[in-house]
């Protein structure tokens, strides 16, 4: 790209600008700021990224790759070398123009022009991704390349492993042509923007869609008790409090419509303390008896591994279960998977056999009636052992959600923010490594499927990590149960 006094446009900056011009700045001017930090969980999906990219080459024989480093400037040179070569088709063809850089993932010659193909990871050509075929259809015509159609290549969510057609290829060019007047404009207004301080933008759904912002710590009010955290709301409706003044939630108008969950937030920020509800006491009445606290951990891979499975499915390949005994101890069982092996047989067997005991299993959320009732599907023979487990299940997400507001909740049920606003003494990040599911995912599949590629000692490492936040799980649905129970007046401690 060549180089000018003020800062370039990419594609991938002038997404970020059409979504918020402070979050290009920011990508811009700030690249090492740590919201940006690649973490496991964005390596993870570059990774997943890289995978499909190259399977989705695959399907145009006789391509060839622009093979230069992505910032070398000799990249726009040797796409017009391959495409005067006759390639029919030339995968990352680079060019640049109105002082934006442009890779393509398959530039491909049809009888009359070129098709110019976005690949994505997603099951769906959303209209999210047409900004970034707009941008790379300007920059080629204006580069000279008749681009003629543009399709986005994503992946079939009927898609079965392992039968045929992967991908899908989807015609946008009518949406991506109606895009395109603008996009002159826009360039223009984006490089003005990079070329000046850092502007100001008012918060607002942008921040939230077609992608989650970064720096919402940044910009967001850093307030537990502002109208933000204001549970179930729609967030349009969240900003235009904030737009009218209404910052917090004790500054609400008395006569504000909210339902149950928010009348009950509300009551204990104004109280500053936690509230319950009466019918607490029967709602944890099941609590009771020889009690099991399931948690799954899963992965799922935009390119299935395993047979019957479907690209994104989230897979159980980890589990962890304490069970309460009858003298008030507790014991504890466990399951991880092995790298490079479909564990689905054996992590049913195992859950069957140490849950086969318990009265009722409390679980957190129903995901993990969602994996027991995938595994009937997987492992057939063990329908009858996983319909009696599915029929113990209790979820204690429903019982806080419906019963208990702290105002330390800030507006979510998460386990993460609901933990440590009942027992002061745990938390999550002062107690476990992985800081969520998606983080516990990621690493997940790198245990599996990238075993090859770390040391013995990384992968003892991760091994570790899993296992102790996904007991942790488990361990904080024990205590969030005792707590409850004990607030419900159905144990002996006081609240
Ligand atoms: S949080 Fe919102 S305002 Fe701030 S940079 Fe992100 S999108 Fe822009």
């Known amino acids: 790209m060549a180089e000018t006094a003020s800062p370039n446009l990419s594609k991938s900056r002038f997404v970020a600008g059409m979504q918020c011009v402070k979050l290009m700045w920011l990508r811009v001017h700030e690249k090492d700021a740590p919201e940006l930090k690649l973490d496991p969980r964005l390596q993870d999906i570059i990774t997943q990224g890289d995978e499909v990219g190259a399977l989705a080459r695959e399907q145009f024989p006789g391509g060839v790759m622009v093979d230069l480093p992505h910032d070398d400037p000799r990249r726009e040179a040797r796409t017009r070398e391959l495409l005067a070569s006759g390639a029919p088709a030339v995968f990352e063809a680079t060019f640049v123009a109105d002082r934006t ?96 301080e850092e502007p100001e933008v008012t918060i607002g759904e942008h921040c939230r869609v077609p992608h989650e912002c970064p720096f919402q710590s940044r910009c967001w009010p850093d307030d537990p008790l502002g109208v933000l955290t204001i549970h179930g709301m729609l967030y349009a409706k969240r900003f235009d409090l904030l737009q009218h003044g209404i910052r917090r939630i004790a500054d609400l108008p008395a006569n504000f419509k909210l339902n149950e969950v928010q009348r009950r937030q509300r009551k204990a920020v104004e109280r500053g303390g936690l509230v319950i509800e009466p019918g607490l006491r029967a709602a944890m009445a099941p609590y009771a008896g020889r009690l099991g606290f399931l948690d799954f951990e899963t992965v799922g891979r935009a390119i299935p591994r395993w047979n019957g499975t479907q690209p994104w499915q989230q897979i159980g390949v980890q589990f962890s279960y304490h069970e309460r005994q009858a003298d008030g101890s507790y014991t504890h069982a466990e399951y991880l998977a092995p790298s490079d092996c479909d564990p689905r047989e054996e992590i049913a067997t195992r859950l069957v056999e140490v849950t086969r005991n318990a009265d009722r299993v409390v679980m957190y959320t129903p995901f993990e009636r969602t994996q027991i009732r995938m595994m009937k599907q997987f492992v057939p023979r063990l329908v009858p052992e996983l319909d009696a487990l599915e029929a113990k299940l209790l979820d204690l997400k429903q019982v806080v959600h419906h019963h208990v507001y702290h105002p330390a909740f800030a507006g979510s049920f998460s386990i993460k923010d609901v933990l440590p606003a009942l027992i002061p003494e745990m938390s999550y990040k002062d107690s476990v490594t992985i800081l969520d599911g998606q983080e516990a995912s990621a690493k997940l599949a790198r245990l599996l499927f990238y075993a090859g590629e770390l040391t013995e000692a990384e992968r003892e490492q991760i091994k570790a990590e899993l296992l102790a936040y996904c007991k942790y799980d488990t361990w904080a649905m024990v205590k969030l149960t005792e707590r409850l129970s004990s607030l419900a007046g159905l144990t002996a401690s006081a609240r």
């Open 101 to 196: 850089f442009a890779a393509i993932d398959v530039l491909l010659r049809e009888a009359s022009g070129f098709t110019l193909i976005e690949v994505k990871s997603a099951t769906s050509a959303h209209d999210k991704y047409l900004p970034d075929v707009a941008i790379q259809t300007h920059v080629a015509r204006r580069s000279g390349i008749p681009i003629r159609r543009v399709e986005i290549m994503h992946l079939n969510g009927d898609y079965v492993h392992p039968g045929p057609n992967l991908f899908v290829r989807t015609d946008v060019t009518a949406k991506v042509e109606a895009l395109l007047p603008d996009i002159p404009a826009a360039i223009a207004a984006q490089l003005d923007v990079l070329a000046h």
